[in-house]
């Protein structure tokens, strides 16, 4: 596929949304010269935003507050969102007139010509994939990050030169675009595999299915970067095509891989054992970083990277924002936004990551997930918790209640802003305290998303006298 496909096309986009994804496949249909429709159940209010970005453009059609059968079964195709299930009627409705029903990330593959990194796992792959990017281009490099937080996708091909190299961050629905169009990564790396999206696939089964697809349709040259320390990915590690590059916190010295011994980092090649860097040089707070770290170096050491630049570019890597980001200090006081936190195993890989007394704000929406673990670790790591409003924080609470003592959850407050959350965590927090917004449950319901979550906290901390 080339760009001229999309020329005096008609094409339907389901899902415009407020994430900027919907706005920024429309951008590139009307600058391919496409004709486009757009189609979502939202209001023309409720989409304000977005439709505020597409001013202007020319050959969109709206229909907005329904969808109708013709935008499904007369057209030349049909783009969705990762919200909308492959099971949606309207889109079994092209499928069943063979329209081909597309995501962007199945554009993308189609489209690049470039080499791609690919990273998914339940948690850390946004982090893995940053760290890739910052490796490289401290190699001098000329890496494109696309899917990483809120951006569009499509219109990275533009930025797109003869030498660069796309590091994708791949959820499970943007996989399951790729599973259908029989696409994987040249180089996939595959962090983790825990509970999350159960209200969306139901089990875990259907949501491992999806992940796969990271690597399901690699050639033999290519390789998967894999979590020997999960026992899941350990188990399907031999379904993979392709060649493996295996990371560990324990030794793993007979294949490639990527692994810690006394507290040093070492990348084996599959001939020499080399150190890298030792544990406390890497400055990104929190153990479970570094499972992320050693999974960008077995990407980075795939693609091609010489053990040498590697090494150089290890003590500088910052990791994104909204990850245990540092804020602020006040009044010797630090505030942490971990808002990506949104299942429990994260959260509590956050408490974990901290020596000093915290004050934790926590809760929000469940997506069917057991809280029982994550209320055991608050009532042991955490001096003082503030919840959010949520059906998840009922459950965390009760959790809490089952292991926290009487005057320790008498304490705890419920509320519906992140600014009231701040202030309260503020007056309970002394000199030397941690304050970590690691909320182990979804945003929706106070906040638009989590990065929505994680911009409200910062801009209370900044607020805070």
Known sequence: MDLSFFKNKKITVLGLGLHGGGVGVVKFLVNSGAQVIVTDLGSREKLAPSLEKLKGLKNIKYVLGQHRVEDFTNVDMVIKSPAVAWTDKHVELALEKKIPVEMDSSLFFKLCKNKIIGVTGTKGKTTTAVLIFEILKAAGKNPVKVGIGQVSVLDKLSALKKDSVVVFELSSWRLSALGRAKLSPQIAVFKNLMPDHL???????????????????????????????????????????????????????????VFIEDEKIYLNNGIDIIELIAVKDITIPGRHNL?????????????????????????????????????????????????????PQAAISALQAFEQP????????DKNLDFENFGKEISEKTKQVILLKGNATEKIFFQIKKYASKDFYADIEIVDSMEKAVSLARKFAEKGDVVLLSPGAASFGLFSNEFDRGDKFREAVKNLK
């Open 199 to 257: 209200n969306y696939y139901g089990t875990m089964e259907k949501y491992l299915q999806d992940k796969k697809y990271i690597f399901a349709n690699q050639k033999p040259q290519d390789f998967l970067v894999l979590n020997y320390d999960d026992e899941k990915l350990k188990e399907i590690s031999s379904q993979a095509p392709s060649q493996l590059v295996k990371f560990s916190y324990a030794p793993l010295k007979k294949s490639k891989s």
């Open 291 to 343: 499972s992320n770290v050693l999974a960008a170096i077995g990407a980075v050491f795939a693609w091609g990277l010489a053990p040498l630049e590697i090494k150089k570019a290890l003590p500088n890597l910052k990791g994104p924002l909204h990850r245990l980001e540092f804020v602020a200090e006040v009044a010797g006081v630090k505030f942490y936004n971990d808002t990506t936190a949104s299942i």
């Open 358 to 365: 915290i004050v934790l704000i926590a809760g929000g929406t």
